[in-house]
């Protein structure tokens, strides 16, 4: 049978072992603003470009790099909408983490809550798959008091994506959205688990200038960071500093 005869049901796998909808949602993540998230030595970097499509948009209402909270960190490619939807789970969750443990919550457990919500919608009639996919950047309660053979710390801030299938991996360095596996490709070439939070935010702004049209600048770049040096809270820089960064690789 045709496979566009499988299409429009999300819960019914085409003859190819497909399930059509999720493809389609993947795209709109793939058609989305470009985010970059790279794992540092000490710490974690995210960032997204945020060039307005219509110039009269007014650039500080356009939020994608955000903290779920104090210190966890979300960006997105997709659907601003369904982000807004899967920051409040985040925060929710948090809460609920906060109210029984009186402790911060750990990025791996925020991961799994979101991807188990994404995935649901994967699997239920009257409803659609989540257009967009995350990055977090947090701290994993696993490796935070763990330490190598060599006796030196293991590195506890870890980068996470969830993506519409409701799929979440840990990554060195990551890209979604549009000109993701031309920006990929750059961020492997580029990438030493060595680098710092500095040298981080380089390197993604360098992958930005590189795949993306339009200036590289504190206006139309978000960019969080969290690490020893943040005291392992997520802080967003200001348009200084980004516009500090951004001299450097023009």
């Not at 991996?169 to 993701?180: D, F, I, L, P, R």
Request: glycine share 10%.
């Amino acid at each position: 049978m045709n496979e566009l005869a499988y299409s429009f049901s999300l819960t019914t796998f085409s003859p190819s072992g497909h399930l059509r909808q999720i493809t389609y949602a993947l795209a709109a993540v793939d058609g989305g603003r470009l985010s970059i998230g790279i794992k540092c030595a000490n710490g974690v970097v995210l960032m997204c470009h945020k060039a307005a499509e219509n110039p009269l948009v007014d650039y500080p209402t356009i939020s994608l790099v955000d903290n779920v909270s104090p210190s966890l960190g979300i960006t997105y490619s997709g659907f601003s909408a369904d982000f807004r939807n899967l920051l409040n789970l985040g925060r929710k969750s948090y809460e609920q983490y906060w109210n029984e443990f009186q402790e911060s919550m750990p990025v791996n457990m925020l991961a799994r809550d979101i991807a188990s919500t994404m995935q649901e919608y994967t699997q239920r009639g009257g409803v659609r798959p989540f257009g967009c996919s995350v990055l977090l950047a947090g701290k994993s309660m696993a490796t935070e008091h763990e330490t190598e053979a060599n006796g030196s710390r293991i590195n506890p801030y870890i980068l996470y994506q969830v993506d519409s299938s409701g799929s979440y991996y840990t990554w060195k360095a990551c890209a979604n959205g549009n000109q993701s596996s031309q920006a990929r490709d750059f961020l492997e070439k580029r990438y030493n688990e060595s680098v710092s939070i500095s040298d981080g935010i380089l390197i993604g702004l360098t992958c930005l200038h590189e795949y993306v049209d339009g200036d590289i600048d504190g206006k139309t770049v978000e960019i969080g960071i969290i690490g020893d040096e943040t005291g392992g809270q997520f802080r967003l820089l200001a348009a200084d500093e980004i516009n500090t960064y951004a001299r450097q690789v023009k």
